[in-house]
């Protein structure tokens, strides 16, 4: 059997451990804000439970998250058992991709460039666009669904 220590206002689960003894870390055990439950729910070596399960609080069993959801960024809510849409990390992530595709262009701008004005011109023009990507993608929340500039020729 396998030890989990369990958040006891959340469920979250923290962590799994098999210690020597089961005296060691008895049933129900407090600490601090979390406790310890004992199951041989996931076998030997459980690998990922805390990210795939919680400990419901009400009915005292392990049950199993909603996946979470793909190409975007969530959060797992402990106290409504939902994914929900984290825009500080989403946007931070569009920002630095918008950054990377600035910096392998910034040698377009330079002074011994060896663009001609206009190439210089269509070139300021999509860094332009560029920099606008979260102004402009404002209720975006997939990055597929992003609209990217596209790039001078």
């Not at 001609?116 to 929340?141: C, H």
Request: with cysteine; hydrophobic share 35%.
């Amino acid at each position: 059997m396998i030890a989990f220590i369990i958040d006891s206002t959340t469920g979250q689960i923290k962590g799994a451990t098999m210690p020597g003894n089961e005296a060691d870390l008895p049933e129900g055990l407090v600490i601090g804000p979390d406790h310890v439950r004992w199951t041989d729910q996931f076998g030997m070596y459980p690998s990922g439970v805390e990210r795939t399960h919680r400990f419901d609080l009400t009915s005292e069993t392990f049950v199993e998250r909603a996946a979470r959801p793909e190409d975007s960024e969530h959060i797992y809510n402990w106290t409504s058992h939902e994914w929900e849409f984290d825009s500080t990390t989403f946007w931070i992530n569009v920002r630095a991709q918008r950054d990377r595709k600035l910096g392998l262009c910034d040698w377009t701008q330079g002074a011994d460039s060896p663009l001609t004005t206009e190439k210089k011109a269509e070139w300021a023009t999509y860094r332009t666009a560029l920099r606008n990507v979260p102004a402009n993608n404002t209720s975006v929340t997939v990055y597929g669904n992003i609209t990217w500039p596209t790039e001078p020729s």
